[in-house]
């Protein structure tokens, strides 16, 4: 059988273009002659479509596509994801569902059975899972089809699993001689190890080729690496996409020759998928532009050129908001920077502002010391200014806080988290650092200086970011051991950090909370982002010590 395999770049709830994307790709696959072409997890759609999903005009524009691209098929069948309506209750009204197309029908229909409800994911809100599943008649062979999760959950591969069913394994015991799987699996570092290993396994055990079709794309927060991957009977892999791109590629289940996968570093990947995170977040909410505060710190540095990368120095403009406190090195290393990148570079120094305000609030702070308040005034004017700036000109202002700052809340709400999206905002502060010297693997791009001098705020004299907090590093192993891991404190003191560091850092996360539910969205990339996927309360009184 000759498969194709389509990893397409799909925008939720833009049915035109998704479907002129479809049919561009199959009119090439028709051309190559294959069986089969395979489109990700809803791809009708969009993926994730959350609370459209209960809007029935949705759903039937969604299904008014299907229909549109049946018409279209001829011999090469077309196998996508859709939102199909359930027709038993009770249950929930629709389904995750994949169509079989060709010769102009609907030729099969299947349901996805395993609905994740964990981290990102919420389909059990919207979705009846399948009951049962059964292989499919195409070209004179019988096929599985499945979705997404519902590879996920091989006892042979998970030593702890969420379902009780196999279903690919139940699909092989059926009869199936081909495995397909339409996805929707979103990236995060280690993802496609863990993907490639797991998918290699089950394919082995079934002794069945295996056809793994994944999006692509920038969605919210949520980023879509592609790496569709194709296996035969042994596990041996025989076909994968490109990495954070579109693409097309064709296997055949009988005579594919192996080939071998190749992955770039870590902070390569990182840097490619928070490219194509803001690039779709940008284009997909329809902004052309992008305005950003450039300190001359490694932060505002790191987001400037992956704006660059993404939109283009022409669509790219930074600010400097200078205040007393802020160092000349600092102001000559945010200018080399913005002339390196090519990008346009205001100065719009703050310290009148900051010198107004506090002139105006004289009389009510009177008998007070300056504080954290001073500090605050003026990353809010900083703020302001900023807004002021993506108002008047229509552009996306990004927020250039990290990983670490947002967990402990070393940040200013109202201040530096005002912004559209939030780009580095699942990058902790060590991994900020290793980006930077990756961009810098060949030239110098970030100024030195930005990357080797004491991080600070520069609010008040002399500052820096440790006068407030542990080294960073110590901060983002606590960070990942209790956020990431959910380790308790007796388990991360136990492995050797200091324990008044260990719950100062974490009464910090958890007083945070409320900014983090004001910031604005971040793209993730690590298992556990702060977002959509972590739903902790604010009014609670746990404490874990």
């Known amino acids: 059988m000759k498969v194709a395999i389509a990893q397409i770049n799909t925008t939720v709830g833009d049915f035109a273009e998704n479907a002129a994307k479809i049919l561009q790709v199959y009119e090439k696959a028709s051309a190559a002659g294959v069986d ?14 959350r609370d459209l999903l209960l809007r029935p005009s949705f759903v039937q524009a969604n299904l008014d596509t299907l229909a549109r691209l049946a018409k279209a098929t001829g011999r090469t069948a077309m196998l996508l994801g859709y939102v199909d309506m359930n027709p038993i209750r009770p249950g929930r009204e629709t389904t ?4 079989l197309l060709q010769h102009g029908k609907i030729i099969a229909r299947r349901t996805k059975t395993l609905l994740p409800t964990y ?7 919207y979705f009846e899972p399948a009951t049962e599943n059964s292989p499919v008649d195409l070209n004179g062979r019988r096929i599985g089809i499945s979705i997404c999760e519902d590879a996920w959950n091989d006892e042979d591969f998970w030593q702890d699993r969420r379902y009780r069913r196999n279903p690919i394994a139940d699909l092989a015991a059926a009869g199936a001689e081909v495995i397909f799987n339409v996805s929707a699996s979103p990236w995060n570092l280690g993802k ?37 991957l194709a296996f035969d009977h042994r596990g041996q892999l025989v076909g994968r996409g490109k990495m954070f791109q579109e693409d097309f590629f064709v296997t055949d289940t009988d005579s594919a020759p192996k080939v071998e996968p190749s992955d770039g570093s870590d ?32 932060d505002s540095a790191l987001t400037a050129v992956i704006a660059v990368e993404a939109l283009g120095a022409e669509n790219v403009r930074c600010l400097c908001l200078p205040s007393q406190y802020s160092s000349q090195g600092s102001l000559d290393d945010a200018r080399l920077l913005a002339r390196q990148l090519g990008i346009r570079y205001d100065v719009v120094p703050i310290q009148p502002m900051f010198v107004a305000v506090k002139e105006q609030m ?72 290793r980006i930077a010297r990756w961009i810098n693997r060949e030239r110098e791009i ?46 991360i003191i136990a492995s050797g950090f200091d324990e008044a560091t260990v719950k100062r850092v974490i009464r910090l996360i958890d007083f ?29 009184r746990y404490r874990p010590f």
Do not use: W
């Not at 996306?396 to 109202?414: D, F, I, M």
């Open 36 to 49: 089969v072409v395979l489109y990700p997890e809803l791809a009708t759609c969009g993926y994730p479509p």
């Open 96 to 99: 995750n569902s994949a169509a």
């Open 119 to 125: 981290d990102v994911f919420d389909e059990d809100r």
């Open 192 to 228: 496609n190890r863990i993907r490639h290993n797991m998918l290699a396994s089950l394919a082995g055990k079934i002794q069945r080729p295996l056809f793994y079709c994944n999006l692509i794309g920038g969605n919210d927060e949520l980023v879509f690496d592609g790496v569709s």
């Open 267 to 298: 902070e390569e990947k990182v840097y490619r998928a928070l490219v194509l995170g803001l690039r779709d977040y940008m284009h997909k909410c329809g902004f052309k532009s992008a305005v950003l505060g450039l300190s001359g710190g490694i």
């Open 362 to 433: 004289k009389e009510v702070f009177r008998g007070c010391n300056e504080d954290v308040t001073e500090e605050n005034m003026q990353a809010r004017l900083r703020g302001l200014t900023l807004m002021a700036l993506s108002n008047k000109f229509g552009s996306l202002l990004l927020t250039t806080g990290n990983k670490s700052e947002l967990a402990v809340g070393y940040c200013t709400l109202y201040g530096d988290m005002c912004g559209g999206l939030a780009v580095i905002s699942d990058v902790p502060k060590t991994m900020v650092y």
């Open 446 to 491: 970030i100024p030195e200086p930005s990357i080797t001098k004491l991080p600070s705020a520069e609010l008040r004299p002399n500052q820096t970011d440790q006068d407030s907090l542990p080294p960073y590093d110590v901060l983002d192993a606590i960070l990942d051991a209790y956020v990431v891991q959910m380790k308790s404190a007796g388990e």
């Open 512 to 540: 945070a909370e409320y900014k983090r539910r004001q910031a604005a969205p971040g793209l993730k990339v690590t298992t556990k982002a702060f977002g959509v996927g972590r739903r902790i309360p604010i009014a609670q």
